[in-house]
């Protein structure tokens, strides 16, 4: 079994991927599908680092929702921001220690800060020491911080125990 | 027929509000004054704003064609994907090039180190030369009159 799928995570994903693109639940593309699921991590393993597995399913699920929202909501404030020309906001660098050193992790990190109010991640250390963000509009920056570190970071580590 | 009715007021409203979305997500890119301010817009309103759009049109086609429509969601996916991967990219470029930031910036960045920079690590030439342009030492050298 885990040697004909190695990363059952990565096949499950290309199958849903390849029903969704050809739209159909026909038996013929099942298969077809299946079989690409398949083969594909099989051909391209060597290519792959050892990934983390998703240990917590569910909390990946509530992790995926909280993101969603506040996604909305940045999108709301950014707005906000763009429209109201009277107040300035204060941009601002802000370096966040990393407490995470798997790739994978940083980078589902990294993504999720760019997309959640106002900051956008703009560099990792090499030592994955820290990522430096930047602010659109900083007021308090260890509050920032410490809503990433428990928002974001703790649930990742929690999803792949790590 | 009521059903419609709704339907009809959800797709309408979300395609007004993923249009405003991406509007002020483009608008950002006028009103803030530099390159790492102006990067906020459009990794987040435009994400919301197609976002928007998409789920519009798979309610649209799910009601009025009475079958799934759900292959929206792959752009979706590929959007949150690569939306942030780009920003991430273009914010790591200006930072490169020393790009100077708005007055009041607060905080600093820290100085990118060699080991940062990819300078250990990736190799490269020397002298980089254009793709077409020719370079200074091809260009023939003009006689002196």
Not at chain 1, 1 to 18: D, E, N, Y
Not at chain 1, 121 to 137: F, G, Q
Not at chain 2, 48 to 58: H, Q, V
């Amino acid at each position: 079994m885990s040697r004909l799928l190695p990363t059952p995570t990565l096949s499950l994903v290309l199958l849903v991927v390849w029903l969704l693109m050809v739209r159909s639940l026909e038996p013929g593309q099942l298969v077809l599908g299946a079989f690409l699921a398949v083969t594909i991590p099989l051909l391209t393993r060597r290519f792959w680092d050892p990934l983390p597995r998703v240990r917590h399913p569910l909390k990946l699920v509530r992790f995926v929702l909280v993101v969603l929202y506040d996604i909305v909501k940045a999108n709301v404030q950014v707005s906000l921001l763009i429209l109201s020309p009277r107040r300035e906001p204060h941009p601002g660098f802000l370096e966040y220690p990393l407490e995470v050193k798997e790739p994978l992790v940083i980078t589902l990190l990294a993504n999720t800060i760019t997309m959640t109010p106002g900051t956008v991640s703009t560099n990792v250390r090499l030592d994955r020491s820290s990522l430096l963000i930047h602010v659109l509009d900083m007021e308090d920056e260890e509050a920032l911080v410490r809503e990433i570190r428990e928002r974001y970071e703790r649930p990742l580590k929690e999803i792949f125990e790590c | 027929m009521l059903f419609y009715v709704i339907a009809e007021g959800v797709i309408a409203f979300l395609l007004v509000a993923g249009g405003i979305f991406a509007f002020t997500g483009s608008l950002g890119m006028l009103q803030f004054k530099d390159f790492f301010m102006r990067l906020h817009g459009p990794t987040k309103g435009t994400t919301l704003g197609i976002g928007c759009m998409l789920i519009a049109s798979m309610l649209y086609f799910t009601v009025t064609q009475r079958e799934f429509h759900v292959q929206e969601l792959l752009i979706t996916l590929f959007l949150f994907i690569t939306a942030p991967v780009t920003g991430h990219m273009l914010a790591k470029t200006g930072l490169h090039m020393h790009l100077r930031f708005t007055t009041g910036t607060r905080g600093s960045v820290p100085e990118l180190r060699d080991e940062d920079v990819g300078q250990s690590r990736v190799a490269r030439p020397a002298k980089a030369r254009h793709p077409w342009r020719p370079g200074r030492q091809q260009r023939k050298p003009r006689l002196p009159r």
